[in-house]
């Protein structure tokens, strides 16, 4: 699943995708972050889940940099200019 979500840096109210909060992302939602990266877990899973999802994420941004793609927008990949 991939989507953008909008946070207007003065009111910091984020929106997010129907379809993310369609499938169980709503209420209190954990997530963990660092300086580049925030990794929203969804409410119902484990770790051993989260884990096996964030390896899943690691090969697929691996195989777009082997590629020479860079995701532009949630839309369309293109070509890194």
């Known amino acids: 699943m991939k989507g953008k979500i909008s946070i207007p840096k003065k009111s910091r109210i984020t929106t997010m995708p129907k379809a993310w909060v369609d499938s169980g992302y709503n209420g209190q939602v954990p997530f963990i972050a660092n300086a580049s990266t925030i990794i ?8 051993d889940d989260v884990e096996e999802s964030l390896e899943m994420l690691i090969r697929d941004i ?3 940099r ?6 532009q927008d949630s839309k369309e990949l293109k070509k890194e200019v």
């Open 40 to 47: 929203l877990i969804h409410p119902k899973a484990n770790l």
């Open 66 to 71: 082997k590629l020479g793609l860079f995701l």
């Open 62 to 64: 691996q195989l777009r």
